[in-house]
DNA sequence: GAGTGTGAACGTCTTCACAGCA
DNA sequence: TGCTGTGAAGACGTTCACACTC
């Protein structure tokens, strides 16, 4: 393999498989880059430019097949093997992402819940009971887990960080709003659920004002 | 403004807004492109070449003054305005949205709470009880909103998606996990929960690989 | 004919490196 | 002297357009 992925096409990998999922229930057997296109809300061109990086899965004429793209898709992401997850911080958003189907449908498997406080500790979320964060290192070994997901509140978030690199998770994925520090050799990745919404105001905001200075010049 | 402000400076505002809001409640005066870059995760040649986009804040051979700092990325994000916003499906994701600090704290006020489930309707979240979707059109009209937050399942999202664009919404932001359509002129962003994981996934994977290919020639 | 795979053109974003100002 | 603001260079990503294959 002398020429990688780029990270921008490992970026809209996951788009393409939940479409091709998506299509798969549908009972779809072979899609064009068009119709996938249209399902995972890009353009052909690119749909095409991203699989080539996969190699040649596609039949000219007749587009690629469903099934044998979802298991490329899936093996390129390394999601073939299963991976074990520990979720630290169990509240409202902790809840959200062990019951969320994309964690659990695309070979993530919650291998534990931790939580500091003791009021949640024994609480059963779907089928895993949450254990105090304290024996955080203790279920990282027992679970061989690699990745390590954040959903506890900003302040907690750099000690947690801390906790899992300290037990060996080498991946992690923050959904607090603050920015961790790793060491090398850690990959760290973030998701911020309030950077979006700015980004929609800034495009309202400047819909607005462009509306009202014509306004004023008619 | 003859210059249009580049989406990807646009993206890493709410970024640099946060960590201001953070050295502001320090009690720091003012911060060099250097340590906000630091304190937002980027390099101090992207803060300097972000922040020209918008005038010139910064004083040479000081830095920037936090305060004028935050007033100034605030207004081009449109974040002094106040918007209100409607968010539709209260489960743990719409409850973790609605307690979400990085929302009402800046500038976002959620006007309304909306879900289809009655057993949910009349349940106070934060200080709003969560009313009937059925009620959509009327209470988009009576608060006048312009945002909508969807925290629905994927089987839903599409049919309360053209309700909020019938009643008059033109910013929808999706965290359903499907790809969503809407007419010209109304804009559309999304945040997947799980593509982060995956593309997690991808590169500890990759890195597993890597040193079992070079385990194997050793 | 239909649709992939891909060089080449184009556009955008990042980084460098330094002139110029406080 | 310290740090901003910015042209210029380079890396990266997207789109075009078409040769090639089924």
């Not at 996938?36 to 699989?51: F, I, M, P, T, Y």
């Not at 679970?143 to 506890?152: D, F, K, M, Q």
Request: net charge negative.
């Amino acid at each position: 393999m002398p020429v990688p992925v780029p990270e921008a096409t490992v970026a809209r990998l996951p788009l393409y498989l939940r479409a091709l999922h998506a299509l798969a229930e549908s009972g779809r057997g072979t899609v064009s880059s068009e119709a996938l296109a249209a399902a995972a809300g890009v353009n052909s061109a690119k749909v095409r430019k991203d699989l080539s990086h996969l190699g040649s899965y596609g039949t000219r004429g007749v587009g690629y097949e469903v099934e044998e793209l979802v298991f490329e898709i899936s093996r390129e992401l390394g999601l073939t093997q299963g991976w074990s997850v520990v979720l630290v911080g169990v509240g409202n958003l902790g809840h959200a992402l062990a019951g969320y189907g994309g964690f659990a449908g695309r070979g993530f498997r919650i291998a534990a819940l931790l939580d500091a406080d003791p009021a949640r500790v024994g609480e059963l979320v779907g089928d895993q009971r949450v254990q105090h964060v304290d024996q955080l290192a203790e279920v990282v070994r027992a679970t061989g887990v690699t990745i390590g997901v954040i959903a506890t509140p900003a302040q907690a978030a750099q000690q947690v960080c801390d906790a899992l690199v300290d037990a060996g998770v080498t991946s992690i994925l923050n959904f607090a709003p603050v920015v961790l520090s790793v060491p090398d050799g850690v990959d760290l990745r973030k998701v911020d659920l309030a950077v979006e919404l700015q980004i929609l105001s800034f495009h309202q905001h400047r819909r607005t004002a462009l509306r009202e200075s014509r306004e004023v010049l008619a």
